[in-house]
């Protein structure tokens, strides 16, 4: 079974899947309970990161870390090693979110074609419903079970001659995608990242 990887990712982020030095801070929900979020190194970082001091100071990262879809979300820091990714695929057929690595940035993902899953993503981090996400996916060959249509020969060209490596395709979207991947839109972005970390990931959750 194929997986793929929805993703959000934090400009400035010090501590997703290659691990966290420091600790997390916990930032308050409406109506009470409380996210336990990464922090960034800055303040301009993804919008959950910034609480009133005006940002977290975390060192750089390490080790691969697990996020757990709770109400109180649970962090877990792991080395990238076989047995942690085998268990991040498990969380991400679950419908738990993982931070992964990829060659430009760190970000939440989550199984983009679990719509549920996608949207705790946009809860975590307070990201507006109308910003959408990426889809990763581990090699070409699982881009037709995303998109309508075959795959046009200029997008093939382009991912012969940029992938692996941080290039997105903007294509018509299939109907597998759920809306709230593309914020409504007709068109997804796909990527097939140079990270063996995250290729590894994504096969990993379709086992």
């Keep these: 079974m194929a997986a793929f990887l929805c993703m959000a990712?934090?400009?400035?982020?010090?501590?997703?899947?290659?691990?966290?030095?420091?600790?997390?801070?916990?930032r308050a929900l409406p109506g009470g309970g409380q996210w336990s979020s990464i922090g960034c190194a800055a303040a301009s970082g993804c919008r959950p990161c910034r609480p009133a001091a005006g940002g977290c100071r975390l060192s750089l990262p390490s080790v691969p870390i697990v996020l757990k879809k709770?109400?109180?979300?649970?962090?877990?820091?792991?080395?990238?090693d076989e047995a942690a990714l085998r268990e991040a695929g498990r969380l991400i057929r679950e419908g738990s979110l993982v931070g992964?690595?990829?060659?430009?940035?760190?970000?939440?993902?989550?199984?983009?074609?679990?719509?549920?899953?996608?949207?705790s993503i946009f809860e975590a981090k307070g990201r507006p419903g109308d910003n959408p996400l990426i889809v990763h996916v581990s090699c070409k060959e699982e881009i037709p079970a995303l998109i309508d249509g075959e795959l046009p020969e200029n997008?093939?060209?382009?991912?012969?001659?940029?992938?692996?490596?941080?290039?997105?395709?903007?294509?018509?979207?299939?109907?597998?995608?759920?809306?709230?991947?593309?914020?409504?839109?007709?068109?997804?972005?796909?990527?097939?990242?140079s990270n063996e970390a995250a290729r590894a990931l994504i096969r990993e959750a379709g086992r």
């Design 100 to 119: 992964f690595p990829t060659e430009t940035v760190y970000g939440l993902g989550a199984n983009a074609l679990d719509e549920a899953a996608v949207r």
């Design 155 to 193: 997008a093939r060209r382009l991912a012969e001659a940029y992938w692996p490596g941080p290039m997105t395709l903007i294509l018509p979207k299939g109907d597998r995608i759920p809306a709230a991947v593309t914020a409504g839109m007709d068109s997804v972005g796909i990527r097939l990242p």
């Design 9 to 26: 990712e934090c400009v400035g982020i010090s501590a997703i899947l290659l691990g966290l030095r420091g600790s997390s801070w916990n």
């Design 70 to 80: 709770v109400k109180r979300m649970k962090t877990e820091v792991k080395k990238p």
